[in-house]
């Protein structure tokens, strides 16, 4: 199946290229009225369109570099494409939109179809979405391409607390409003949701993200109960943009056949993100926290974590704004993210010390953006790992270099 669909989108490729006047492409550049929101990140992508078709296209792929160590042992050097996201979007007719969006990752280990979409315009405050949707929990969930970071891994709490990229089959309601340097936004969804995996994983913890290896979340539900996601922000021009998400239901199978086999047991994510850039030397500031509460039966031992917190802040500071190699748009910033992540917040029953499964990390960083589209980033990493125990905390170091761009 996958030898198919790469073979059909290289085929569907070089016909276009051997088919099209470029003279009759047109790129469809990204907003930059400076009111845009997270939960405009879907949509506010470059496509390419051609003529009057009524489909666009675009995409973006991630190269990196890496040599990390962990307490002295390292694989040496690594080599890896991230991933490459094709974009498709289409205005079916006046209040009518469609948009996917599909990722090859690691080569074509994983293919997955990430948004796929359509989208009724009511009223600005009132329009429906179907489809496989996007759960919009935090703000990386959705803002998540590649060469909108400075960074070339994403946050850990939204890749392993979280999530990242987390979307299911649903429908459900979003809505925004301005008024003068105002806007306010809000989304609500039904989807399928988590399954058993994320306290029956080879990780040996709680893991939300082990649901995405579920197969079949997005024909059917692991226990018949819709999954509640919901988020509300504020955007202010000047200030910039604050956002509160939720995200729950239930993640066990407590029915079979008609037969209670278990008490119905929930998982509730709080996110809170917020983004700003200080006007006197354009600092770029993203953070982004959330917590996890997940009912996790008695019968389990206490590495598997009923509240789970973390989060990041980027601190992004432009260096040099000047023609560059002939670019004329050229930026060069300077970075650092900070995060920290515990994976088992709380005691230990028996001795009531306390469960020190923690993670901290500092990613400097220096970027290049020869324009705003395309990010060329040298990182060093350094990440401390501290196990249930509190033992000295393995720590991992090393440098990565890559780039993003879309297309």
């Not at 200030?239 to 209670?260: A, C, H, P, R, W």
């Not at 993100?273 to 206490?302: C, G, H, K």
């Not at 748009?329 to 005691?347: F, H, P, Q």
Request: with cysteine.
């Amino acid at each position: 199946m996958r030898k198919i669909l790469i073979l059909t989108l290289c085929s569907l490729a070089m016909n276009a290229g051997a088919q099209i006047d470029p003279t009759l492409l047109k790129r469809k550049q990204q907003d930059t009225t400076g009111m845009l929101m997270n939960m405009d990140a879907v949509y506010n992508r470059p496509f390419l369109s051609v003529a009057k078709m009524p489909v666009s296209l675009g995409g973006y792929l991630e190269a990196n570099w890496q040599h990390l160590g962990t307490d002295g042992v390292t694989e040496g050097h690594q080599f890896q494409m991230r991933r490459t996201t094709l974009f498709i979007a289409s205005g079916l007719e006046h209040r009518l939109k469609f948009l996917s969006e599909i990722e090859f990752e690691d080569g074509t280990k994983e293919i997955n179809i990430e948004f796929a979409a359509l989208d009724m315009e009511i009223h600005p405050l009132l329009n429906l979405r179907g489809g496989i949707v996007m759960n919009p929990i935090g703000a990386f969930n959705q803002n998540h391409d590649g060469p909108r970071w400075e960074f070339i891994d994403r946050p850990t709490s939204a890749t392993q607390m979280l999530p990242a990229t987390w979307s299911n089959v649903g429908f459900g309601m979003y809505g925004k409003q301005y008024k003068k340097d105002w806007a306010f936004a809000w989304e609500a969804y039904l989807t399928n949701g988590f399954d058993d995996r994320i306290i029956n994983n080879a990780d040996g913890r709680t893991l939300l993200p082990a649901s995405k290896l579920n197969p079949n979340r997005f024909e059917e539900s692991f226990n018949g109960v819709p999954m509640v996601t919901a988020k509300t922000a504020v955007r202010n021009r000047r200030i910039g943009e604050v956002g509160l998400s939720y995200m729950g239901g239930v993640y066990n199978k407590f029915q079979e056949d008609g037969f209670t086999i278990d008490q119905k047991r929930y998982v509730h994510v709080y996110a809170i993100d917020a983004n700003t850039t200080i006007p006197r030397t354009q600092t770029a500031l993203t953070a982004e926290w959330a917590f996890v509460r997940v009912d996790v039966p008695a019968t389990y031992s206490q590495q598997y974590g009923s509240a789970q917190q973390g989060g990041f802040i980027d601190i992004v500071q432009p260096v040099y704004k000047r023609p560059l190699f002939g670019f004329d748009k050229s930026v060069v910033n300077i970075a650092c993210r900070l995060e920290y992540l515990d994976w088992n917040k709380g005691t230990f029953a028996q001795t009531g010390g306390n469960i020190a499964d923690e993670f901290i990390s500092i990613v400097p960083a220096i970027s290049w953006r020869p324009g705003s589209q395309t990010v060329f980033r040298l990182n060093y990493r350094y990440n401390m790992q501290t196990d249930l125990l509190g033992n000295p905390p393995a720590r991992t170091a090393g440098f990565q270099a890559g780039f993003s761009s879309y297309f």
